[in-house]
C-alpha cells in the first residue's frame, strides 16, 4: 500500500518550531560564519546526489528513490513508495538560537495530519556529521487510515543552518529495508551557500 505522507504541513511546524517567545531585551545575534559548501561523502556507486540549490543542501539519493524541488525544501521517495523523507531547511537566528531538543518537541506537536492521541517520544541524540537529535511517533494518517512510524530528526551545522528532516514509514514491516535506506540517506546531508533563481 502506498504511503500518504503524514507530514504535508512540515514546513508550517517547522516555522512554528522555530518561533520563540519573544523578548526584546535579547542581545542582538552574533555575526554569523561564512557558509561554506561541505561535499558529500563518497556516495555507493548505484547512489546520485541531489542539490537544492535554494535550499542550500545536497544529500544522496539510492537507485531508484525519487526527490522531487518544492521551494527550499525536498521531498523525497523510495522505489516501492511506501517511505517518504522531507527536508526542510531554516536558516533563521530563531531557529538557530533554539535548543536542538526543543525545536524537535515543537515540531512533532505542530505536524498535522495524524489522528489525534498519538504521543512523540523524548528526543534523543542521532548519530550525524552536525549536531542532531530524533524523536519518534507512531499513528494513523488522519485521511487515509493507514498506520505510519514518523521519525523526525533535527540537523544544525553550528551556526549555520538547522535542518528538520522527516521520515515517514508505512508501519508494516515490509517497508524496514527502505526506512533503513532512508537513515543511510540522511547520514549524506551536506549544507551549502544559498544559490538564488538565475544566480
Not at 514546513?11 to 558529500?40: H, N, Y
Not at 526543543?102 to 517520544?121: D, I, M, V, Y
Not at 499513528?139 to 540537523?155: E, P, Y
Request: proline share 8%; hydrophobic share 40%.
Amino acid at each position: 500500500m502506498r504511503l500518504a505522507l503524514a507530514a504535508v504541513a512540515l514546513a508550517a511546524a517547522v516555522a512554528l518550531a522555530a518561533c520563540g517567545d519573544s523578548d526584546d531585551d535579547q542581545p542582538a545575534p552574533k555575526p554569523r560564519p561564512v557558509e561554506r559548501t561541505d561535499e558529500l561523502p563518497k556516495l555507493p556507486p548505484d547512489w546520485e546526489p541531489h542539490v537544492n540549490r535554494g535550499g542550500g543542501f545536497a544529500i544522496g539519493l539510492p537507485r531508484g528513490w525519487k526527490a522531487d524541488d518544492h521551494g527550499t525544501s525536498t521531498l523525497v521517495r523510495s522505489y516501492d513508495r511506501l517511505v517518504a523523507v522531507e527536508i526542510v531547511p531554516d536558516r533563521t537566528d530563531e531557529a538557530l538560537e533554539l535548543g536542538l531538543d526543543q525545536f524537535a518537541t515543537r515540531a512533532l506537536g505542530a505536524l498535522s495530519g495524524l489522528e489525534a492521541g498519538a504521543q512523540p517520544s523524548e528526543p534523543r541524540p542521532y548519530k550525524h556529521r552536525y549536531s542532531a537529535v530524533q524523536s519518534r511517533l507512531e499513528g494513523r494518517h488522519a485521511g487515509t487510515g493507514i498506520r505510519q512510524r514518523i521519525s523526525l530528526v533535527i540537523v544544525r551545522r553550528d551556526h549555520l543552518v538547522t535542518f528538520t528532516v522527516a521520515i515517514a514509514a508505512n508501519a508494516d514491516s515490509v517497508s524496514r529495508p527502505a526506512e533503513r535506506l532512508a537513515r543511510k540517506m540522511i547520514a549524506t546531508l551536506r549544507s551549502q551557500p544559498v544559490t538564488l533563481a538565475g544566480g
